[in-house]
């Protein structure tokens, strides 16, 4: 029986994704994605789990998009444009969305390469370390393609068009510790240390308030392109919601108290 393509497994309020191909370089193909998008709802449907870890088994994060899986390959010429498509919006785009919808907070843990669509795949999560060895690439014009799965989105966003564009033009690896220098991801970390890292990371996450965080996800994910007033009434409905929550009450108690928080 061939290993499972995604691995899941719960330790207390956190759930560790593990994409399983590493063989070929957890290279991203149908049965993959299908799995991680299942993977991601039965999470975000335990109550349980609060914080979610995505990382790579083997020597990469992900090498983006297994081409020959996908059967642009072999493909005639004509048909490659369809097949890539369809591929692109049947099973990248619900991925990446889900991602950056789901209410758990999410920290990508890059263990090695992370190229094309895998580099997308960590951009669309909240929190990214990696491990000083790792390294980020928009690999797509290498083969006659531009940016996919959010990437165009996510980099300007990150760290400035004129750094977007070195990197989707020129398509140069960029090592973890430029990357963190330049804003791209969160933390960058010797290679012993990046899971332990992540875990901290996520056991913070998951010992905060569950609405809240949720709906700072929401607030931020859609500031860039909303009006200031548009963004002040959505903090404050997202506000007067989190003030509903027990979680608000245990905050002020714990303030008044002079201790932590004990969110439920």
Known sequence: MADPVVLY??????????????????????????????TLETAEQDEGVRALILTGSGRAFSAGQDLAEAGVIDAPEGERPAILG??????????????????????????????????SLALACDLIVAAES??????????GLQPDCGSSYFLPRLIGEARARELALLGEALPASQARDWGLINRCVPDA???????????????????????AKR????????SLPEQLNLEARLQVDCAADPDFAEGLAAFKEKRPARFH
């Not at 497994?9 to 590493?22: D, F, W, Y």
């Not at 990248?92 to 094309?116: C, D, Q, S």
């Open 9 to 38: 497994e719960v330790e207390g309020a956190i759930g560790r994704i593990t994409l399983n191909r590493p063989e070929g370089l957890n290279g991203l193909n149908r049965a993959l994605l299908g799995t991680l998008l299942e």
């Open 86 to 119: 369809e591929s692109l919006e049947r099973f990248y785009h619900p991925v990446i969305l889900k991602l950056r919808e789901t209410p758990l907070p999410v920290v990508a843990a890059v263990n090695g390469i992370a190229a094309g669509a895998g580099m």
């Open 134 to 143: 790792a390294s980020f690439l928009q690999a797509f014009r290498r083969i």
């Open 219 to 226: 607030a931020l994910a859609v500031s860039q392109e909303a």
């Open 193 to 215: 240390r990046l899971i332990a890292e992540a875990e901290a990371l996520a056991g913070k996450l998951a010992g905060g308030p569950r609405r809240a965080q949720a709906h």
